[in-house]
């Protein structure tokens, strides 16, 4: 495991996993041993009667960067997606319990997608998401290219994923793709809030609820998969690698 990801239970908020990212120094990026944390958390709480609601945190002004790319690229030369990715995706989309997401600050590719599969999401007016895909001749995963025109229209999804358009919190909250603007200081206490209320419901009432709202997930599994296919064979094309080369380059 790794220290990069915290996973706590508060005792303000009972019933509630937190699953923070914990890498301020590196804008929160997500590496393999993070994503592997994450889906050990997911898979944890989904067994865990105790654990009633689920929240994702990051630091302060930065809720995650999206993917590491060092540590990406190392796997991506090999035409590949990271399992470890691929598995936080799966449990990601099968999570049984209500997520709530907190965010403050960038929101940068997963760390945007990751949205689509949470019941509420409170942003900070300071926080901005974008997903620089095709920038890196890549395309969306985590099943965003069905779930992104579900919640938004065609074309403000196009703008997202396809377009690379960065989206401001008031943006985001206009489409569909989070809940609530707050303040950047009352992100956590409101999202912490938000998660203690659904966990002091009737939990097999809400988990019906939860799931008549959200629906059958076969076509959400299907689009991830989809999506996968095109990724991997994005990742061993020239453009691709040329995408990589220059942003590193840059950096």
């Given amino acids: 495991m790794t220290d990069h990801i915290l996973i706590e239970r508060p005792e303000a908020a009972p019933g509630v996993q937190v699953i923070r990212f914990n890498r301020a120094d590196k804008k929160n990026a997500i590496t393999r041993a993070m994503y592997e944390a994450m889906t050990a958390a997911l898979k944890a709480g989904d067994a865990d009667e ?48 209500p997520l709530v997401s907190g965010v403050d600050g960038l929101a940068i590719g997963i760390g945007t997608t990751i949205q689509l599969h949470c019941d509420l ?26 779930l992104a025109p579900r919640v938004m229209g065609h074309q403000r999804a ?30 956590e206490r409101e999202t912490l809030a938000a998660a203690s209320r659904l966990a002091a419901k009737p939990p097999k009432a809400l988990a019906i609820a939860r799931n008549l709202v959200r629906g059958d997930r076969s076509d959400v599994l299907a689009r991830i998969d989809e999506e996968l296919g095109h990724f991997s064979a994005q990742l061993k094309s020239p453009e691709a690698r040329a995408a990589f080369e220059a942003f590193m380059t840059r950096r």
């Avoid at 630091?59 to 691929?86: H, I, K, P, Q, Y």
């Avoid at 942003?123 to 395309?139: C, E, G, I, N, Y």
């Avoid at 358009?165 to 569909?176: I, L, N, P, R, Y």
Wanted: proline share 3%.
């Fill in 50 to 97: 105790g654990v009633r609601a689920t929240v994702f945190l990051g630091s302060e002004g930065c809720f995650s960067a999206g993917n590491d790319l060092t540590d990406f690229m190392a796997v991506a030369m090999g035409g590949v997606m990271a399992r470890e990715a691929v598995d936080f995706l799966y449990a990601l989309a099968t999570h049984s319990k």
């Fill in 121 to 146: 999401t409170y942003a900070s007016d300071r926080t901005q998401f974008r997903t620089p895909f095709v920038d890196l001749a890549l395309v969306p995963e985590a099943a965003s290219s069905l």
């Fill in 158 to 187: 196009f703008a997202l994923l396809a377009a690379g358009d960065v989206f401001s919190a008031s943006s985001a909250k206009e489409a569909g793709l989070i809940y609530a603007v707050v303040e950047p200081g009352a992100v």
